[in-house]
Nanobody, 115 residues
């Protein structure tokens, strides 16, 4: 399975970005996977930011609650992350992956928040 994340960029504090991640390859059934968005800031470990279960249950880390929204389109094997009110501390490479059955990591997409 290949994971292709996109949508990152350089934005100023307070602005928004929408990330997308498409899974392709030998996926048994994307709709049964709990999907997650992760991020890795320079010098830090990769952390799980948010997850979305097949039934629609979501979990967010405290620092992104009310600012980030995860969603999915099972027909496209895609998970998205709407990020609003971005802060410099959100700067990181963002990745998606299955939590149910993790696949090989993709390259991720760089998000830089800076004035």
């Amino acid at each position: 399975v290949q994971l292709q994340a996109s949508g990152g960029g350089l934005v100023q504090p307070g602005e928004s970005l929408r990330l997308s991640c498409v899974a392709s390859g030998n996926i048994f059934d994307f709709r049964f996977h709990t999907m997650g968005w992760y991020r890795q800031a320079p010098g830090k470990q990769r952390e799980l930011v948010t997850s979305l279960s097949p039934g629609g249950a979501t979990i967010y880390i405290d620092s992104v609650k009310s600012r980030f929204t995860i969603s999915r389109d099972n027909a496209k094997n895609m998970v998205s992350l709407q990020m609003n009110s971005l802060k410099p501390e959100d700067t990181a490479v963002y990745f998606c992956n299955s939590i149910t059955l993790p696949w090989s990591w993709g390259k991720g997409t760089q998000v830089t928040v800076s004035s």
